[in-house]
């Protein structure tokens, strides 16, 4: 007897695969058997064949069987051929098959000949036709292609759906017995599984639609169970830094706060502290709308880290939100007496040397920068907190860059960027999650427009007089992804005409990422210190910038936006006590533009906006696998299967809480899995 062909095993295996086959397999990354059980089809058809034609519509996509009845061929051009064919069923009702430029079918379908047709079925002068549909000639009984639900499979270059419906149905043949259950009875039982085999089988070649969709959720639960095993198991048992609870220095810093704290503030500082206090590292998500006050979290975070002894960094996107971060902290750190240092890519030469031998050596205890911090050379004597503001700007790789700075410390991310739900269950399932549901005192929500071209000199006469009165504005370049250039260039032509036409007798000011860090500072402390009326900016103010004298925000193109950037960018105003606006110039080409900027004017809810984004745009664009570091699932979907998620989740968590190792009998195949789903480094990551 030979040898059990194993899933390992690669498809040369498989009769009728040969090295040139297996060569195009490769291509589409398939190399074992295994691989190919696991590559599913796009969709199913129902090839069922129809037993009459009187029952056919139109529109439908049908299979039907009959005799050729007999054919015409017509050259209406000279570079084309009609042929046609009547089809007869065993009732003696036709059907016509059309088929354009192929004119082999002539010889091939010859008359009396029973075949079986696949195609959509028209109606033409009241008579049924299929045009150019799929022919067997050969009938068998029991056929992969027909007289049945059909898997289709993602189409690539040589390798025909129909090859690879023989191809996995011989690999079904060959190996259905080497595919092992990997969940534990009870929980396949609870869930209304399939047994694994029969759910790759079915999900192939399903019995019928409802088998498929059992088969579906079979393979979509074992996926989304693997994740949340992989993601929670990593978390399991690191010791980390245990800070003391709230001294002298946290006191005197809360005392000397400019405000009162909102009590979703207050909830979040009694989460923090809890998370520092405890033995394992703290991994905290903060989410808040703009505005919601989350930097006086950080700097919370960062002092409690700084009375236990360690030193604190605070990660951010961009140099000039570092820049505020950095004043705002000396603002509330200088008055305790504490060293805080700003660091970022412009900074260079003896000035860099120098920040970096004081963090080395510990002098410096507050680190603000961009992702200069997480660059080589940059060493801590004893971190024991990292924040990352505006997380969602960052990929995994950075956030696990910054960790390693030191060790075990405690992790706070911030977004204004909320996470619909579904998605929250998977990227923060190891992650605690505290949300800021609540804008500080006297916030109104900013009024909103979509306004054409013609209304631009009517906004520009309200800037004016809202100037008049003390206020202040932006007015925000268009995105040009190809090039900052060009983006730059845009920005200063728009700051010359402004200057020149509209506005000479008020101050402008410019200000693009491709200026000099000081006079970024420079213009930014301008525009904050009232020395600017109106700052015409790229998106370099995207994220962060607040300054609560501003009011009015103009964005030119904002069509060229996503709905995310465009609540970020508005939610640059409306950050004091005063009424704001914002107005969305735009004309946009697209139905989903339109939809984008009709949404903006109609809520300010930033989890509403996430969700609109989700739902037009996907996951995939919204947060980016890489930028996720999560795997590519195959059969579930983060969208839609939210029900199954939660229950993959609590079976995971139940499932660790007896055996954290998963090194029980019934739990080795779940272990085993496990690199299938993550790839081989999976347990290194922790983000
Ligand atoms: P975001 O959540 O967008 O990062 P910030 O931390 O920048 O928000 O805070 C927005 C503005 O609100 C800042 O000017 C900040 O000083 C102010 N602020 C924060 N918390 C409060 C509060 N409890 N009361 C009044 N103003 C506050
Ligand atoms: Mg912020």
Known sequence: MPDQVKLEDSLRKLSGIGPHRVQLFEQLGLGTIGDLLFHFPRRWEDRNIQPTFNNLSPGIKATVRGWLMGGDERRPRPDMTISSFNLRDKKGNTIGLVFFNQPFR?????RGREIIATGKVEERFGQLQMNNPKVETTIRSNSLHYGRIVPIYPASKGLSSRLLRTAVHAALKTCNSEIKEIIPPGIRKRHQLFPRAAAIREMHFPTDWKALRRARHTLAFEELL????????TQANINGISHQPDGELVAKFLANLPFRLTQAQERAIIELARDMEGTQPMNRLLQGDVGSGKTIIAAYALVKSVENGYQGVLMVPTEILAEQHYL???????PLGLDVTLLSGSITGPVRDKIGENIRCGKTQVVVGTHAVIQEGVEFANLGVVVIDEQHRFGVSQRSHLLKKGDNCDLLTMTATPIPRTLALVFYSKQNVTI??????GRRPVKTYWIGERARPRVYEFLRRQVLEGRQAYIVCPLIEESEKLEVRAATELLASLRERVF????????HGKLALVTKEKIMAEFQGGKIDILISTTVIEVGIDVP???IIIIENAERFGLAQLHQLRGRVGRGTHDSYC???????TEEGKQRLEAMTKTSDGFRLAEMDLKMR???ELLGTQQSGLPVLKVANLIDDIVLMDGARKEARDILLQDPTLRAPEHIALQQSLPDLFGSNWHRRRA
């Open 328 to 334: 705002n902290l000396c603002h509330l750190f200088k």
């Open 583 to 589: 107005f969305l110039l735009g004309a946009p080409s």
């Open 226 to 233: 693997l994740l949340q095993l992989g993601i929670l198991q």
């Open 618 to 620: 996907g996951p995939g």
């Open 504 to 511: 000479p007798e008020l101050r402008l000011g410019l200000i």
């Open 106 to 110: 002539k010889g091939q379908l010859n």
């Open 436 to 441: 800021l549901d609540e804008l500080p005192p």
């Open 549 to 551: 004298n501003a009011s």
